[in-house]
């Protein structure tokens, strides 16, 4: 008898210690959705939670992942396409559980990667609901920033405007990355078109007074009614008001602006969503070890899908249309000439002098290409995960690589005429449409500094050499600004005449001009240019 309840006693251990042992295991680095995060982050979503439901409120929860350059492999098999990603660090996403009620398109299942089921990256809202996002704030860095998108909508697009002619223009292969549908459901048209102004890190320090390792809380909602709940349980919970954002989504048709209204809802034809944030270049860098990629690996942060359960709640909605904050800038066109002459004195090394001006990058924040959300959701165009914190340009041409061709890229540095917080020149695959390299300002700088003898201001410019085998050039170039595109990147192209010959193409992001929350006006930047040049043969 004494054998038997000593063993009844120690299988009545073991069922109390399974909920424990099963945490830890969630714990160590399972990306499971129970996962939990330690300290205050996760006992502040407990408590939220719990008074939340007993308010008659349903909540879940969801979880998140890192979306990677090779994560773009997923990206494209469903969508055929990698919305020219910013190389310059990963993504951070929210995986949100499904509504009960709510549609689940399966031709975006698994867009960006593997989510467990019933969980996606892009999601319908629920007219009456709110995804709030608790966070511990990553170490300091140049950037963060959280923003929701426009995923996909039921519809067509515009192929009579000038944003489609502009880019028909450069051949089919090019427009359909910007005007295209849902492979996978020709019904939908893809977007990933911002809905405002982000919230960003000099957002949050302007409210809050800080930002960097401090915990701070994200309402994503199409309803004010929702907002103010939340914000009150977050009240009665002693988090400060200050600390906390609200990212509206506008539903409300104002007249003469009804292509801006979110179509909310959880049926088929509502709208689908994304939330995105980005955190790039962290003090000390992004090695392993590092406090930066500490902070990523083990995302301190809780999401929440919110709503209430009472039948009668009304929700409120917010405007649809939100006039974008006025940007500025440092005017560089005085620094024309100075480009000019730097463009000659490479041709001069080279040996290859041109009357001709080298092709300029474009500006694509400004018409015919309009690249803000808004704007684009207007004509039914992808702005391909546009970002008002930035000043975009991009190469529209795009470049072979196979025949010795050599491109020098070079123009003004943000970072150095005062209209950026930091800048990357990204290379792209085109055929994916994947950034696949960020050379960032830190090796920008101080570039075209060989030159400062024959051309004035060349502190003001960076010069980088893109080629397949730097190592053939020599004296032609110099030291550290050069990059050698290899064949995992860019496959060599045998055909010059085949349409879907990968390329390579070049695009330039200049993020925050200092003093405001904002990217640079796109009208006070000098075009960068890229230099055709030959060289020797591989």
């Not at 923003?147 to 697009?157: A, E, I, M, V």
């Not at 910007?178 to 960003?200: K, Q, V």
């Not at 292509?259 to 392993?288: H, K």
């Not at 960032?440 to 410019?461: G, P, W």
Request: proline residues 8%; negative net charge.
């Amino acid at each position: 008898m004494k054998t038997k309840l000593i063993t009844l006693l120690c299988l009545l251990s073991i069922l109390a210690l399974l909920p424990l042992w099963a945490a830890h295991q969630a714990t160590a680095g399972s990306v499971l959705p129970e996962n939990k995060v330690p300290g205050r982050v996760e006992s502040t979503a407990r408590r939220l939670t719990n008074s939340l439901r007993k308010s008659g409120f349903e909540v879940k929860r969801g979880y998140f992942t890192l979306y990677t350059i090779n994560d773009c492999q997923y990206s494209f098999d469903v969508l055929k396409t990698c919305f020219y990603n910013n190389p310059a660090a990963p993504y951070i996403f929210p995986d949100v559980p499904f509504w009960d009620d709510e549609f689940m398109d399966e031709a975006t299942i698994n867009a960006f990667g593997v989510t467990e089921p019933g969980y996606s990256v892009t999601y319908r809202f629920d007219p009456r609901e709110a995804i709030v996002i608790l966070a511990k704030m990553p170490p300091p860095a140049k950037y963060f920033g959280l923003q929701t998108y426009k995923f996909s909508h039921q519809g067509t697009y515009d192929t009579t405007g000038e944003a489609y002619k502009f880019f028909q223009s450069f051949g089919y292969f090019f427009v359909e990355k910007w005007f295209h549908t849902i492979p996978g459901n020709p019904e939908r048209i893809g977007a990933l078109n911002s809905l405002s102004d982000p919230i960003n890190n000099v957002v949050i320090e302007e409210q809050s007074g800080a930002v960097w390792n401090e915990l701070r809380y994200f309402i994503i909602t199409p309803d004010q009614s929702m907002d103010m709940a939340i914000r009150e349980a977050l009240s009665k919970i002693s988090i400060a008001d200050e600390d906390i954002f609200t990212e509206r989504i506008g539903t409300e048709v104002i007249p003469g602006y009804e292509a801006d209204a979110m179509r909310v809802g959880l049926d088929e034809a509502a709208d689908d969503f994304s939330t995105w944030m980005r955190y790039a270049i962290p003090e000390g860098g992004n090695d392993p070890g590092t406090p930066g990629d500490t902070w990523r690996n083990n995302l301190p942060m809780v999401v929440l899908r919110i709503r209430p359960t009472r039948p009668d709640w009304q929700p409120v909605p917010y405007p649809s249309f939100v006039e974008p904050e006025k940007r500025t800038g440092i005017d560089e066109h005085q620094y024309q000439e100075d480009l000019d002459d730097l463009v000659a004195a490479v041709r001069a090394r080279w040996g290859q002098p041109s009357d001709t001006p080298p092709p300029s990058l474009y500006a694509l924040q400004k018409p015919p290409s309009n690249l803000i959300g808004p704007l684009c959701s207007e004509v039914g165009m992808d702005c391909l995960g546009d970002n008002w914190d930035a000043h975009y340009q991009a190469s529209i041409l795009a470049t072979r690589l196979d025949k010795g061709e050599v491109y020098a890229v070079l123009g003004t540095l943000g970072t150095q005429t005062g209209n950026a917080n930091y800048v990357a020149l990204a290379l792209v695959n085109t055929t994916m449409t994947l950034g696949f390299e960020s050379i960032n300002d830190d090796k920008l700088k101080d570039t075209a500094q060989a030159y400062s003898a024959q051309v004035e201001n060349t502190d003001k410019f960076f010069l980088y050499y893109i080629t397949r085998n730097c190592d053939l050039l020599g004296g032609l170039i110099d030291d550290g600004n050069c990059f050698s595109i290899t064949e995992d990147m860019i496959p060599v192209c045998e055909d010059y005449q085949d349409p879907t010959c990968p390329m390579v193409a070049f695009a330039i992001r200049e993020y925050l001009f200092p003093g405001t929350r904002r990217g640079p006006d796109t009208a006070f930047i000098l075009p960068a240019r890229v230099i055709p040049l030959q060289g020797p043969m591989p």
